[in-house]
């Protein structure tokens, strides 16, 4: 079982998902059988922020001075956390996923979604970097986002 624990710093998340931690939870809720971890207490951290903020995270731990859609900690140990395993922790910046401004509920909501399976799995040590690790990643996405939406009926 996946528990999130969901901290915002960012007050306009809340403008477009009325209740942030609930959403996510369904989220890892509709996840496919093996990453449900069902036998298994799994827990993460997700940070809803912005662009000013994952700047300076991504300036101090990627040496990138500019913005980013996501980024994923990893934690290299995966110690174990009052009998639950810590998998790391997710960053998502609000004002990407918010572009353009215009966009409508669903598919601000249906980026997000993508945007999170797409840090979770770097938890799960995936990367991007080789074209060949790319498909697999991408074919990874794709299983767990028609997972989440044949299950939350979004689309």
Known sequence: MISIEVVSEEK???KKIKKVESFFKNICKSFPKKYKFSNKKIFLTLLL????????LNKKFRNK???TDILSFPYEKKIKIRNKLYLG????????MNKPKNQNLNLFKDKVI??????????????HIKYQDYKKM??????????????NKLN
């Open 12 to 14: 306009n998340w809340s």
């Open 49 to 56: 922020s912005n662009n000013k903020s994952i700047k300076k």
């Open 65 to 67: 001075n500019k913005p």
């Open 89 to 96: 922790d997710i960053i998502i910046s609000y004002n990407f």
């Open 114 to 127: 993508k945007t999170f399976i797409h840090g979770f799995l770097h938890l799960l040590s995936f990367d």
């Open 138 to 151: 991408f074919k990874e996405e794709q299983n767990i986002y028609n997972s989440v939406i044949k299950k």
